[in-house]
């Protein structure tokens, strides 16, 4: 792969297809899960071309990809994908891979990139067109491969043997290997990442130092003291208040310098954003070592901008950003690491754990079969940490659980944030294995989400500070700072069900120089008609076809809650003014996306059974482990909870602790 710019200016991902992708690493870059079974006996007549090189577009998740073919009279000589603006990490998987399995089999019946099917076919339809300008049969190169020759059975042994290889998985086999424990990953696709590599990669840690500089306004004390009086529903509540209410004090002794915040506050505001469901224990594990592991991971060379704000969802300007695009700079470590002790950590890909394996009451291994139909047998001498995700992806699933008076419908017609590959199985192999499950009702909608697809970080990025919410008549109808769930059931009582984020050209002045994620330009999501721009606030209420005195009023309502603090909303977090212009619109649909349930754990990440008894030799953590966020989960929350339980899990199934 390479990098280029183009006549705009922009970064253009290129990649010619051929011998080069079957030189890259096993470990960055498996093919298993994009090169075709038996592809090369896929057509039983030579093909024919008219010889040259041919360009096409199709479009992909967010916008169209551009292909080139080059075509000998007979043979698909390269493939390079040219001008492009798909998703860092997962999109860049099928970019750098399908254009060499096409070379390679000499076929367009190539198996799709988990997680990136629509930038995986978005390169076979222009590969396609291409062919059909050469006055090649399209049809004759898209006929499916012969089935694979049955598989082998393979056994394999290490001391630790973790299930999933995302965020949490990752963090867990370092943590294993980093005790000098052998470990073998077993992942599904053929790349690390998991639904971390598609997250907006924000963290939430009580850190005095970065929250040094914030202002601790009387709607954010309100707030705190707020939550103080409230009359304790249990004993549990009782002790968070409690301990908060001294580090509040002591806060207030000290002179009140900064924004107030503590690991006590964070397990508070996790607790009731929750509906009071969590386990208070497995709360205060993930907000005591917050800041510790935000240190840790920053130690190992994931690196986070300087700022503190608030991310949608997380209740407090706690929230850290990394500096890399979405959950990438997680993973782009994490990969580093695990070559670093290639010595210890193997990785089985593409592979489909199937089964627990039991040694009487223990879990001792897991069963798993890969895309050539071999069958595995893994065996854990000390333990088995399952990382695999949640299920919000996994329709049925869902429906089952979770459709209740508070989500009616759940069913296909909801977008999801999630890889389609996070099903929910591993929940279900632990459940088999005497794992009990806790809080499966629970799921999380995520607010934020494009419209068009349900991508959960497509267009601008946007803060709680400097945005507002309108519907399609340009009315605010929600505070911006509440919890998800609430956030989203707001939008699902507006018009069509969906909203427009809007923020000033205080935040963003320069419209013409902006970029999102990995440098893709505001012009593509404007093309997409999931950002919207006018030079003023008329111009920009005409794109949206809503009127232009009731945005202006509403805009003008929100700037002097600003100066009164006091919102007719109840938002407690105002800051920023929208004055300025340009002025930007981000049009937004509730989607699918976290999952709150899963298997019961300890704080040892320990599985538990019904009766609270640790199941010998099963971990898990992540966001198949429940019982942490309770009915909602704070946005910000749960890539910590990767890092924190990951490392948790992994260095106790090392120790056999």
């Known amino acids: ?79 390079e994908v040219g001008e492009n603006y798909e998703t860092i990490g997962v999109g860049q998987r099928a970019l750098e891979t399908v254009p060499g399995a096409v070379v390679e089999a000499q076929s367009l019946a190539v198996d799709a990139v988990s997680g990136a099917t629509l930038t995986s076919q978005a390169i076979l339809n222009a590969a396609s067109e291409c062919v059909k300008q050469a006055g090649g049969d399209v049809k004759q190169l898209q006929k499916a491969a012969a089935e694979p020759a049955a598989g082998q059975r393979i056994e394999k042994t290490a001391d630790v043997v973790v299930v999933g290889g995302g965020g949490t998985g990752c963090r867990a086999a370092i943590a294993a290997a980093e005790q000098g424990a052998s470990v073998v990953i077993i992942e599904k696709a053929d790349y690390f990442g998991g639904n971390t590599c598609v997250s907006g990669g924000i963290y939430n840690a009580a850190d005095p130092d970065a929250q040094a500089g914030l202002e601790m306004t009387d709607s954010l004390s309100a707030v705190v003291e707020d939550a103080l009086a409230e009359p304790a529903v249990d004993e549990q509540h009782g002790r968070l208040q409690a301990a908060v209410k001294d580090d509040y004090e002591a806060y207030r002794g000290a002179g009140g310098a900064g924004l107030f915040d503590s690991p006590a506050w964070h397990a508070l505001q996790t607790y009731n954003g929750g509906d009071k469901l969590g386990n208070v224990d497995l709360i205060l594990a993930l907000t005591t070592n917050a800041l510790d592991s935000l240190t840790g991971i920053k130690e190992l060379g994931i690196e986070y901008k300087p700022e503190v704000k608030q991310g949608g969802g997380a209740l407090w300007q706690r929230t850290h950003y990394t500096a890399k695009p979405l959950g990438s700079g997680y993973i782009a470590v994490y990969e580093q690491l695990i070559e670093h002790y290639g010595d210890l950590v193997e990785v089985v890909w593409s592979a489909e754990a199937t089964e627990l394996v039991k040694d009487g009451s223990r879990v001792a291994g897991v069963k798993a079969r890969d895309l050539d139909g071999n069958d595995y047998v893994v065996h854990a001498n000390n333990g088995v940490v399952m990382a695999t995700g949640g299920f919000a992806s996994n329709v049925a699933m869902r429906q089952q659980y979770c459709e209740s008076d508070k989500w009616p419908d759940l069913g296909a017609s909801l977008h999801t944030t999630n890889m389609g590959r996070d099903d929910g199985s591993g929940t ?4 088999a294995a005497g794992a009990d499950l806790v809080n499966m009702d629970q799921i999380q909608l995520l607010h934020s989400c494009c419209a068009r697809n349900g991508d959960a970080d497509w267009g601008l990025k946007y803060s709680v500070n400097t945005s507002i919410f309108v519907n399609k008549d340009g009315e605010r109808f929600v505070k911006e700072d509440g919890r998800c769930d609430e956030l989203c059931l707001a939008i699902f009582e507006q018009p069509d069900k969906f909203m427009y984020i809007v923020q000033s050209g205080d935040t963003y002045p320069n419209a ?146």
């Open 512 to 657: 013409e120089e902006l970029v999102m994620n990995d440098g893709v330009p505001i012009a593509e999501s404007i093309a997409t008609g999931d950002v919207f721009v006018g030079d003023s606030v008329e111009d920009l209420a005409a794109q949206l076809s809503m009127a232009p005195d009731m945005l202006q009023k509403t805009i003008d309502e929100y700037n002097a809650a600003v100066d009164s603090g006091d919102d007719a909303f109840g938002r407690a977090l105002l800051s920023t003014k929208l004055e300025k212009g340009p002025w930007y619109a981000m049009k937004r649909a509730p989607a699918a996306h976290f999952t709150m349930g899963g298997i019961r754990i300890d704080t040892d990440c320990h599985a538990l059974d019904e009766h609270g008894a640790v199941v010998e030799g099963l971990y898990a953590a992540g966001e198949c482990a429940g019982g942490i966020h309770g009915g909602n989960r704070l946005g910000g929350n749960a890539v910590a909870a990767t890092v924190i339980f990951g490392q948790i899990a992994g260095t106790n199934a090392a120790l056999k602790a």
């Open 428 to 431: 279900l192999m632990a459940q």
């Open 1 to 79: 792969m390479s990098e280029n710019r183009n006549h705009r200016g922009l970064t253009r991902r290129t990649f010619v297809g051929g011998t080069s992708v079957l030189a890259m690493s096993a470990f960055t870059m498996g093919l298993a899960g994009c090169m075709p079974k038996g592809a090369a006996t896929a057509t039983t007549t030579e093909p024919s071309f008219r010889p040259g090189t041919y360009t096409a577009t199709a479009m992909g998740r967010n916008g169209d990809v551009e292909v080139h073919v080059t075509l000998s009279d007979s043979a698909i000589t390269a493939v």
